[in-house]
């Protein structure tokens, strides 16, 4: 497939007795945004970690761009282009939002065995970490420190570290976890602008937001993927429904 | 940066114009032990100074610097013992050895965290304690009395207490200055961001592990050189310069002083180094008072002294 960017095939991976990933095959095209769903506990979180290295996974592989991935270290993930923001914001809290983001810049830009010019007014890493800012709306906001930043800032911040590396693929864990609505509406219409940019493969709990982005969706339920396809058919599928669906607040959102 | 008077720039300027009129004191006074007191503090300060650019700056809580200055001390005696005495070689050899010594024990210790790198840190400093309480040939438990000081040819004469005195002022405000200038780098960014959330650190995509030692080697190299300036200081080493409450004396200066400022490590080894003194004199039992001290500065005082003069920005 010409145009698939990240491949993952029968990736497996276990933990003690309970399968969390069980041989999961998926594929990300060069632009789309996909997104995961599925109940608490399906295996998402382990799925991302896998992808970025974190987890080691006991079978299967991960190809990036043709390339095997599987057993690469998660620092040389993010230099190749795959960039991810926690589920659980992991920020430099006491750095403001423009110095998070200018070291993000930074891991991008070479070496840092450079010991003596100030990289505070470094231009080659604080234009591109300004821009990453305003591109997730937080332009007004460089100065604060991340300590200081609302819920829904933090979790701008974070999407704005991950763009800062400049991406060929956005690994976002559940970028709305904890948001209150009128922040969910933000970063969708964030998204939103996105979008096309960057291949993105999100996971999210909500569904307002799934529907409203995803051009194909997949289905995970305990470790397996159950179901892939575009929204419709993702809304239509009987087994889906059951599974998941069901009684979910989403299924009559559209 | 703005240039108008704060309180820190204010405390900062008249701390450098103390220490660069103790000699005109002393001179004046005939006082010599004010000499040996500050040049004391000043190399203890170059101590501090390398200890907190991995402790304050990268979060690396080393219990075992004062090996360091161990290795730079030993260098300079043992040299000097075996008829070497040109500062051009004992100089390189402390740096060099302590900075070899830090790449080791960095190399096995910064893979571990918290308590485990503590314990590791430690257990290297007694080894090489132990190595040296071994050394017969020189002096052993009793230590070493060297003879002569490190020659420099017709350079900078070492015998000199004045010319010592401010050939290591010059050393601190130089290492000081390269510590600023360090900690604000991509380097330093770095190694801050390592302290901050290391995890994180790793996922933008920074080989954490590479930078953090070659810190360590630096802050090690620097206290070498802190180890030859006390045994030209002293004329004498002995096993005591590493004991490991000496490595917890440097981790008091560092942490009174403010772990975030450059120049917190010498406003900290000079409050504790005239404390420590004052108080030997007035009481026979001056930690009774040192410690209730350090307490409160580790509970109430969010940055050292350093905190007291007003918020800094970030760290």
């Given at each position: 497939?010409?145009?698939?960017?990240?491949?993952?095939?029968?990736?497996?991976?276990?933990?003690?007795?309970?399968?969390?990933?069980?041989?999961?095959?998926?594929?990300?095209?060069?632009?789309?945004?996909?997104?995961?769903?599925?109940?608490?506990?399906?295996?998402?979180?382990?799925?991302?970690?896998?992808?970025?290295?974190?987890?080691?996974?006991?079978?299967?592989?991960?190809?990036?761009?043709?390339?095997?991935?599987?057993?690469?270290?998660?620092?040389?993930?993010?230099?190749?282009?795959?960039?991810?923001?926690?589920?659980?914001?992991?920020?430099?809290?006491?750095?403001?939002?423009?110095?998070?983001?200018?070291?993000?810049?930074?891991?991008?830009?070479?070496?840092?065995?450079?010991f003596w010019r100030n990289?505070?007014?470094?231009?080659?890493?604080?234009?591109?970490?300004?821009?990453?800012?305003?591109?997730?709306?937080?332009?007004?906001?460089?100065?604060?420190?991340?300590?200081?930043?609302?819920?829904?800032?933090?979790?701008?911040?974070?999407?704005?570290?991950?763009?800062?590396?400049?991406?060929?693929?956005?690994?976002?864990?559940?970028?709305?976890?904890?948001?209150?609505?009128?922040?969910?509406?933000?970063?969708?219409?964030?998204?939103?602008?996105?979008?096309?940019?960057?291949?993105?493969?999100?996971?999210?709990?909500?569904?307002?937001?799934?529907?409203?982005?995803?051009?194909?969706?997949?289905?995970?339920?305990?470790?397996?993927?159950?179901?892939?396809?575009?929204?419709?058919?993702?809304?239509?599928?009987?087994?889906?429904?059951q599974a998941y669906l069901g009684e979910g607040k989403g299924a009559g959102g559209g | 940066m703005s240039h108008s008077l704060t309180p820190r720039l204010a405390v900062n300027v008249v701390l450098l114009l103390i220490l660069g009129l103790v000699p005109v004191y002393a001179a004046l006074t005939d006082n010599t032990f004010v000499m040996t007191l500050f040049t004391r503090v000043i190399i203890l300060a170059i101590a501090a100074l390398s200890l907190n650019l991995i402790m304050g700056f990268g979060g690396m809580v080393s219990f075992g610097h004062a090996a360091y200055l161990g290795i730079g001390g030993y260098a300079v005696g043992i040299l000097s013992k075996e008829g070497i005495d040109s500062g051009f070689v004992q100089w390189p050899v402390a740096i060099g050895a302590s900075a070899l010594f830090a790449l080791?024990?960095?190399?096995?210790?910064?893979?571990?965290?918290?308590?485990?790198?503590?314990?590791?840190?430690?257990?290297?400093?007694?080894?090489?304690?132990?190595?040296a309480i071994g050394l017969d040939r020189y002096g052993g438990d009793d230590g070493l009395t060297i003879y002569h000081q490190s020659q420099f040819g017709g350079l900078v004469n070492l015998n000199n207490k004045t010319v010592f005195y401010y050939l290591c002022l010059v050393l601190l405000l130089a290492g000081i200055y390269a510590v600023w200038r360090i900690v604000n780098s991509r380097f330093g960014l770095v190694i801050r961001g390592a302290r901050s959330n290391e995890g994180r650190m790793r996922a933008i995509g920074f080989p954490t592990f590479r930078y953090k030692l070659t810190c360590f080697v630096i802050a090690g190299a620097m206290c070498g050189l802190a180890g030859a300036l006390l045994a030209n200081h002293t004329n004498y080493i002995s096993p005591a310069i590493m004991e490991w409450t000496r490595s917890g004396d440097l981790i008091v200066m560092a942490v009174l002083g403010g772990m975030r400022a450059a120049f917190g490590p010498l406003i900290g080894a000079m409050t504790f180094l005239l404390l420590e003194d004052w108080l030997s004199r007035v009481t026979d039992y001056p930690n009774l008072i040192i410690g209730p001290v350090l307490l409160i500065v580790a509970i109430y005082i969010n940055g050292g002294i350093d905190g007291l003069l007003g918020r800094r920005r970030h760290g």
């Open positions: 497939m010409a145009d698939a960017l990240l491949e993952i095939e029968d990736l497996t991976k276990r933990f003690g007795g309970v399968i969390a990933s069980d041989r999961i095959s998926l594929t990300l095209k060069r632009g789309e945004l996909h997104a995961i769903i599925g109940p608490n506990g399906a295996g998402k979180t382990t799925l991302i970690g896998q992808l970025t290295g974190e987890i080691a996974p006991d079978a299967g592989s991960v190809r990036f761009d043709g390339q095997d991935i599987t057993a690469l270290p998660v620092y040389r993930r993010s230099a190749i282009g795959l960039a991810r923001s926690f589920q659980i914001t992991s920020l430099f809290l006491d750095f403001t939002a423009l110095d998070n983001v200018a070291l993000a810049v930074q891991a991008h830009a070479g070496h840092s065995f450079r990289a505070g007014s470094d231009d080659e890493l604080r234009e591109p970490a300004r821009a990453a800012l305003v591109n997730v709306g937080l332009g007004a906001r460089a100065d604060v420190l991340a300590a200081d930043l609302s819920h829904g800032e933090r979790r701008q911040l974070e999407i704005a570290m991950a763009l800062a590396t400049k991406p060929r693929v956005l690994l976002l864990d559940e970028p709305m976890a904890g948001m209150g609505p009128e922040e969910s509406v933000r970063l969708i219409e964030i998204l939103r602008r996105l979008k096309g940019g960057v291949t993105i493969l999100l996971i999210e709990h909500d569904m307002d937001a799934v529907f409203a982005l995803a051009e194909r969706i997949s289905v995970l339920v305990y470790g397996r993927i159950i179901a892939s396809g575009d929204p419709a058919a993702i809304r239509a599928d009987p087994v889906v429904r | 080791v024990v960095g190399t096995l210790s910064l893979r571990t965290r918290g308590v485990y790198f503590i314990m590791i840190t430690l257990a290297f400093a007694q080894m090489v304690y132990y190595i």
